[in-house]
């Protein structure tokens, strides 16, 4: 029992957030601009962004940054898609026309090991970067050239702050590529990277403001089988990474949608009163989430809905709302709108008296463990 993992491990994680913002993201951010020359950036067509879990999610949240910002085709990719698929369709007519980044907050996920090894495969003139949150790691060894966002180590837990390192690292790149393509002046560049900085209050105060409805919102679906996590463009990212969390820790189902998606597919699902957890920060896709939280509460879902704290549409018709603090961009959005399902996961996982990663389960473990004996065996046969 001594090796079950606990959620109190989340709460850990939860307290130190804004100081991740005060701290560590100009470290972040003068890693990106050491990674690469002006010259390679100001010749990118196109970033490929891969990775597994988290990473992904991070890829995912950062998407209308690189839009934005950069102004540069970017493709958010799994790690094994990309191996498997993709990795043979690169184009690279130019040399440093396209940019591979592995991203792995251990810097050892195999298969974005084995990612960056064969981006380095296909041509020199591809670059190649690992984004990490280990610097001594096979990821970061294998690209030969590294962006760190490596934090002081907190102990096991599920990924949170390595989980904003990424999405602050890929933001990073965003804004220095637009930098150096001239899209804005280096004055621009350095009022982003402010406004990221500048968030810190507004991400520990945007954590206090989740505690209730957390503890509210567990208490009344710990019951529930599944839970819906929805959202669009970076709230995609968001509510990706958010039901991750509920799963890791608590071990129940996500079931992860667009907004528009959803309305063409999950809203014809049973049973009919699954929670729907819905991010909605104020930007593109707002009035679609309105749209589809009308829809979701005609249904008889219980709505969870993570707004701003000035919403007055969506958060009328939730069950409970989960007020996010401050005003930010919405390219930023992804540094704020996830604290609300870390916090309902750590209550709901409680509620539901189970440790995280299913370590209370001596059964699941111990098909773990045989699992893993019988890939090390393929690997030696």
């Known amino acids: 029992m001594k090796n079950n993992m606990q959620p109190e491990l989340i709460l850990d994680q939860m307290a130190t957030l804004g100081d991740i913002h005060r701290e560590n993201f100009n470290q972040i951010d003068s890693s990106v601009r050491k990674a690469f020359s002006a010259l390679e950036l100001e010749s990118l067509h196109r970033v490929f962004a891969l990775g ?6 991070a890829a995912l949240a950062t998407e209308m940054a690189f839009g934005e910002f950069a ?7 799994p790690a094994f898609q990309f191996l498997a698929y993709d990795s043979d369709f690169v184009p ?6 396209t940019l591979v980044v592995g991203i792995s907050a251990s810097g050892g996920s195999s298969k974005v090991v084995e990612s960056v090894r064969k981006a380095r495969e296909i041509s020199e003139k591809v670059l190649v970067a690992g984004l990490v949150g280990n610097e001594d790691s096979r990821v970061a060894d294998v690209a030969g050239r590294m962006i760190s966002a490596q934090l002081p180590e907190l102990g096991r837990s599920p990924g949170i702050r390595t989980y904003t390192a990424s999405v602050m690292g890929l933001l990073s790149l965003a804004i220095r590529i637009g930098e150096i393509k001239r899209h804005y002046h280096m004055e621009d560049a350095n009022q982003l990277r402010n406004e990221i900085i500048d968030l810190a209050d507004t991400v520990d105060q945007t954590y206090q403001a989740a505690i209730n409805p957390a503890m509210a919102a567990a208490k009344a679906v710990k019951g529930a089988d599944l839970i819906s996590f929805v959202g669009s463009g970076p709230s995609f990212g968001s509510a990706y990474f958010s039901g991750a969390k509920v799963v890791e820790s608590a071990g129940v189902f996500p079931g992860i949608q667009d907004l528009e998606e959803w309305a ?6 049973y049973p009919l009163d699954f929670p729907v957890f819905l991010v909605a920060p104020p930007g593109r896709s707002y009035w679609r989430a309105l749209e589809l939280a009308k829809g979701v509460k005609l249904i008889g879902h219980p709505l969870l809905a993570v707004v701003s704290s ?3 549409e969506i958060a009328e018709l939730a069950d409970f709302v989960f ?12 540094l704020l709108y996830y604290i609300a399902g870390t916090t309902f996961a750590y209550y709901l996982t409680k509620e539901l008296g189970r440790c995280m990663f299913m370590t209370d389960n001596e059964d699941v473990m111990a098909a ?4 893993m004996r ?7 046969d």
């Open 52 to 57: 597994d879990g988290d990473s992904y999610h």
């Open 71 to 77: 102004k540069t085709a970017y493709y958010p990719t």
């Open 92 to 97: 690279y007519n130019f040399p440093r026309d």
């Open 264 to 269: 063409h597919v999950e809203r014809f699902s």
């Open 310 to 312: 000035q919403d007055t």
């Open 323 to 334: 007020p996010v603090q401050g005003e930010t961009r919405e390219a930023f959005s992804p």
């Open 368 to 371: 773990r463990q045989e699992m």
């Open 374 to 380: 019988q890939i090390q065996g393929a690997k030696h």
